[in-house]
């Protein structure tokens, strides 16, 4: 339906029914796993046995709201066809105890002022119900000063009806404009990718915006969600951890004018440091993706989600560049938004490659090589330009390298260290100098 209305490509449906069907393929023999957010970002959570079924009473606007549009259909005409039927009942009852449904003959002499003129029969005093409720007004019926019970009536119908139309255009109008169907219009990609970036193994997805209109403070959060066993043998069915997001000002917060891979480096202290390609199959997880923000348009807040199963996560592909430049303006082909290509890599988890290379699995935590500027890199080094680079001289190995060329990078660096060098504080101060100068010029 996008498609034909213009707003997507039919190249980028294509892609994702080809990538549909390549899950569908992947996912073929295996028992169905569930999982708590679909990937249309609905909750997949049945509540059951709830027995104080009176709060949801207590917030009747929100559980209104929250009905589907059948139901809150059948509340509308039912809320206005009640009221009118009911006061449709007083009015009859106002002109039956006043006397003004007594048939009177021809040529007699009028009685008194009836409460209300021209009603007869329950059928005119529902249509004057209506007219007084939605102010039509055809001018055939009125209250008069007979009665003043009449006009307290009158008073209290247009007061009830003011409220009935309140409410129920204010769920209305809310139920059209929920933020969810904002979320419509932001796409995740299909799978999960984890592959090599700055020397370590990094777990990726995609993200996009299909309207012109941004969201404003827009904000990524990452949860997995896993069955755990405490050292008590407590079993946690469900147990949240956090992970963060690749951000230098460690805030999630992004900002979303074009399609982003969001990234989380799988460094020790992460959720997914143990994961590796051989236990990715076998691990009964799901990595939760929310993105919030406020629509720019409207000012309300709202909420996309997705999530990423073991099978619909991609071990050794990244995915392709889909923002070009063509006439001084930046363009997105939407067409290769879910795209992987294979890349070099280990199946080795980021704790397998942290021994390989040396690093004790509790030793102190070491800061990613993310690549924003001039950082501390650990003891006795720093980074510039996204690579860590230590005193000595010699960069850090790359994790997917051979062992043997690692064994015996580690064995010079041991060489090295054994040494003992006497430098005199003159040198050590030239030194500080020059490297503030090169930093400065770069």
């Known amino acids: 339906m996008l498609a034909r209305k213009g707003l997507l490509p039919d190249g980028f449906l294509l892609t994702r029914l080809a990538e549909d069907q390549n899950q569908r393929n992947r996912t073929r023999g295996q028992s169905q796993r569930a999982r708590f957010i ?77 409460c209300v003129t021209a009603i007869r029969s329950f059928t005119s005093a529902f249509l004057f119900s209506i007219e007084v409720q939605v102010t039509i007004g055809f001018g055939g019926r009125m209250v008069t000063e007979e009665c003043p019970l009449a006009i307290t009536v009158l008073i209290v119908q247009n007061i009830l009806g003011l409220i009935i139309n309140a409410v129920l255009l204010g769920c209305v109008f809310m139920k059209t404009a929920q933020a969810n169907r904002r979320a419509e219009t932001l796409i995740f990609s299909r799978n999960a990718v984890v592959a090599p970036r ?18 404003i403070s827009a904000t990524v959060q990452l949860q ?61 997880l799901e990595i939760i993706v929310i993105l919030e923000g406020v629509v720019e348009t409207t000012g309300i807040s709202m909420q996309a989600r997705t999530s990423y199963t073991p099978e619909e996560i991609l071990w050794g592909r990244r995915f392709v560049s889909i923002i070009t430049e063509e006439d001084g303006r930046y363009c997105v082909d939407y067409s290769k938004f879910g795209n992987t290509v294979p890349v070099r890599m280990a199946g080795l988890s980021a704790r397998e490659l942290d021994q390989t290379r040396g690093f004790p699995p509790d030793g102190p935590d070491r800061v990613p090589a993310q690549g924003w500027g001039l950082v501390r890199a650990g003891r006795g080094g720093f980074r510039r330009g996204g690579r860590a680079c230590h005193a000595d001289g010699h960069a850090p190995q790359p994790w997917y390298a051979p062992a043997e060329q690692q064994g015996a990078e580690l064995q010079e660096e041991a060489e090295l260290q054994g040494q003992k060098k006497t430098v005199q504080l003159e040198v050590i101060g030239r030194q500080v100098e020059e490297e503030g100068l090169a930093d400065m010029s770069d």
């Not at 009747?60 to 259909?73: A, E, I």
């Not at 700055?198 to 012109?212: A, C, E, H, S």
């Not at 004018?257 to 992460?270: A, W």
């Open 38 to 114: 679909t990937k249309t970002g609905s909750c997949n959570v049945a509540h059951k046995n709830i027995r104080e079924q009176g709060r949801f009473l207590q917030d009747v606007f929100t559980t209104m709201v929250d009905l589907k549009w059948q139901h809150s259909l059948l509340i509308f005409t039912s809320a206005f066809l009640c009221s009118w039927m009911l006061f449709a009942m007083i009015w009859w009852l106002l002109a039956f105890a006043h006397g003004d449904l007594e048939p009177r003959p021809p040529g007699a002499e009028p009685g008194p002022a009836p």
């Open 198 to 215: 700055n020397g370590r193994p990094t777990f990726m997805f995609r993200v996009g915006d299909l309207r012109k209109s941004m969201i």
């Open 224 to 284: 997995v969600i896993r069955r755990t066993v405490t050292a008590e043998g407590e079993v946690i069915p469900v147990c949240q951890l956090d992970i963060q997001v690749e951000n230098p000002l460690r805030s999630n917060g992004i900002f979303l004018v074009s399609p982003l891979i969001i990234s989380h480096t799988m460094e020790r202290g992460s959720p997914l440091y143990e994961l590796s390609a051989q236990s990715l199959a076998a691990e009964d």
